[in-house]
């Protein structure tokens, strides 16, 4: 099993900065792709980053060029800078972890609201 716990969501005004972290415990060696998802509510989750085990980097669309995700295979966690934010970017942020054994793991969620 994979336990994911993120930090990092709070309040911030439009054009301002935010960074997100999370961090895996758990079978953390297994691990594959990580990422970050967001929902608002009536939505589905949507992917906002992600990094395959080779390396391999995806943005969603309406984040390239203002939001960066990083990982650190050392300490088993991984961050999501975000800046440049917008009213759009409000909504809860959840970490994800995709393991050899294809099994998907998700953190709580965190908010992220983003005032005009």
């Known amino acids: 099993q994979v336990y994911l716990v993120e930090s990092g969501g709070g309040l911030v005004e439009a054009g301002g900065s935010l960074r997100l972290s999370c961090r895996a415990s758990?079978?953390?060696?297994?691990?594959?792709?990580i990422g970050w998802y967001r929902q608002t509510p009536g939505t589905q989750r949507e992917l906002v980053a992600d990094?395959?085990?080779?390396?391999?980097?995806n943005y969603a669309d309406s984040v390239k060029g203002r939001f960066t995700i990083s990982r650190d295979n050392a300490d088993y966690s991984w961050y999501l800078q975000m800046n440049s934010l917008v009213p759009e970017d409000t909504a809860v942020y959840y970490c994800?972890?995709?393991?050899?054994?294809?099994?998907?793991?998700w953190g709580q969620g965190t908010q992220v609201t983003v005032s005009p």
């Open positions: 990094v395959e085990d080779g390396g391999a980097t």
């Open positions: 994800y972890a995709k393991t050899m054994l294809q099994s998907e793991h």
């Open positions: 758990g079978s953390t060696s297994s691990i594959t792709t």
